[in-house]
């Protein structure tokens, strides 16, 4: 399973476009909001198929380890909980019937 969404919010910030969930090569991806960047982020959870020679993969982070850029705390974002990384009010997320 695995989706796109979009989020919107009253403050102009906007991004489209987004992965999420378990794509055809088995990579998990969560979306996180973080308040220090001001950006949000897509961050791979989860590698089913973990290929030691390619260099190039994304490593694996958790939620918990924070932003991938800054490393500061971040939020993920679900269709219940989606503060803007801007101003921290409730995104608008779009295309979410893949979710949850
Ligand atoms: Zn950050
Ligand atoms: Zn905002």
Same mark, same amino acid.
């Given at each position: 399973?695995?989706?796109? &969404? @979009?989020? !919107?919010?009253?403050?102009?910030?906007?991004v489209?476009? *987004?992965?999420?969930? &378990? @794509?055809?090569?088995?990579? @998990? /991806?969560? %979306? #996180?909001?973080?308040?220090a960047? @001001?950006? &949000?982020? !897509? &961050?791979?959870?989860?590698?089913?198929? $973990?290929? $030691?020679?390619?260099?190039?993969?994304? =490593? %694996?982070?958790?939620?918990?380890? +924070?932003? $991938?850029?800054? +490393? +500061? $705390? %971040? #939020?993920? *974002? !679900? !269709?219940?909980?989606? =503060?803007c =990384?801007?101003?921290?009010? /409730? *995104?608008?997320?779009?295309? %979410?019937g893949l979710w949850?």
């Amino acid at each position: 399973m695995g989706g796109m &969404i @979009g989020v !919107t919010c009253e403050c102009g910030f906007a991004v489209e476009c *987004l992965s999420v969930g &378990i @794509g055809m090569a088995g990579v @998990g /991806r969560s %979306v #996180v909001s973080c308040r220090a960047c @001001g950006e &949000i982020h !897509t &961050i791979v959870t989860e590698r089913m198929f $973990p290929d $030691p020679d390619d260099d190039d993969d994304e =490593p %694996v982070r958790s939620v918990a380890d +924070g932003c $991938p850029v800054c +490393g +500061g $705390p %971040v #939020v993920e *974002l !679900t !269709t219940r909980r989606a =503060p803007c =990384p801007r101003c921290g009010k /409730r *995104l608008r997320v779009e295309n %979410v019937g893949l979710w949850d």
